[in-house]
């Protein structure tokens, strides 16, 4: 039978058993994104095929030679290069006015995730990884996880129920129950459904009312897609400090010391053993004899201020949303 009259469309079949993952990166997240690919790689099903999607503004021609060399049989990677236009006006004007009270999330890559719905049309479903991990299990079955009538699924926020400026932060400031405020570092998508409902255009709505937030990204995911985000387990983005990492499939250095400038890091070794084999490696390691006790203080200070911000935002009368 040939396949024009099997009934069944072959690249539609092709489509739905590629798994895709996209990463948004710039030049200084190459090197962490190189060492969560590569742990992706050592750990995808060899009989299933992946394909790894960069979206980039800024990317030397250098780091996507390197990190297209890492291609393996059965694990593709591909560059986006994210253009200009109306959204990305409104995105770039926002981080720009914000950039200057010090804020860690104003920075245009942080909203490239928002844009894979309206991008990618082939794929109707879809994973969204941060570069600060490592996989340690297979991420197929991630894939593989129902969505039900959810749009995305994703793991309650461990650091917000830690912070109590967090937890009043969330729950007056943005309306959404700590317990259901979710972390936006990897994201199982219904692309299908955020198609629908113009997520894009829904967000850059609401980053036109120009309110200051603690977390912008993760906070509109949080308030658009409120009731219909399926909570992931923890193992699917398990965050290391202060979390027992056994059973994890996928770690997560969120809002923490980072292994690559830090030593006592818990598991951090299993960052180093995925960043080996990379092009990588050399900066990795160049990067962290350069850390130093200011920059550290530097750090500290900014989760200081991000908490002193969340404080100042949760005695709004009614959400800012
Ligand atoms: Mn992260």
Redesign the pocket.
């Known amino acids: 039978m040939s396949i024009f009259n099997s009934g069944v469309n072959p690249l539609k079949k092709f489509r739905t058993k590629v798994v895709p993952v996209f990463y948004t990166i710039t030049n200084d997240y190459a090197k962490y994104a190189a060492a969560s690919i590569n742990s992706l790689m050592k750990n995808a099903n060899p009989k299933r095929y992946y394909r790894v999607i960069i979206m980039y503004d800024r990317l030397s021609l250098a780091n996507r030679w390197r990190l297209r060399n890492m291609v393996t049989k059965n694990v593709a990677i591909e560059f986006h290069k994210m253009k200009f236009n109306l959204y990305m006006q409104i995105i770039v004007r926002y981080c720009a006015k914000r950039s200057g009270s010090g804020d860690f999330f104003a920075n245009a890559v942080y909203y490239y995730r928002a844009f894979i719905a309206r991008l990618f049309l082939p794929y109707d479903k879809g994973i969204y990884v ?4 490592i996989l340690m299990g297979d991420i197929g079955e991630l894939y593989d996880i129902e969505l039900g009538d959810n749009v995305v699924a994703a793991r309650v926020d461990p650091k917000v129920a830690m912070v109590p400026e967090f937890v009043r932060y969330v729950e007056n400031a943005l309306g959404v129950s700590h317990t259901d405020y979710v972390n936006s ?1 990897v994201l199982l998508m219904d692309l299908k459904r955020l198609r629908k409902l113009h997520y894009i255009s829904r967000m850059t709505d609401l980053i036109k009312e120009d309110a200051d937030l603690v977390a912008p990204d993760q906070d509109y995911l949080n308030v658009i897609l409120k009731g219909r985000i399926m909570k992931l387990d923890k193992k699917w983005n398990l965050q290391p400090e202060g979390e027992d990492p056994d059973g994890a499939k996928l770690l ?4 923490s010391k980072k292994p690559w400038y830090h030593d006592d890091v818990n598991c951090g070794e299993l960052f180093w053993k995925a960043a080996k084999g990379t092009g990588f490696y050399g900066d990795l390691m160049r990067e962290k004899e350069k850390y130093t006790i200011k920059d550290e203080e530097e750090a500290a200070y900014k989760i200081k201020a991000l908490i002193k911000k969340a404080d100042k935002l949760s005695k709004v009368k009614k959400p800012l949303l």
């Open positions: 941060d570069s600060d991990t570092g997560h250095f969120n809002l």
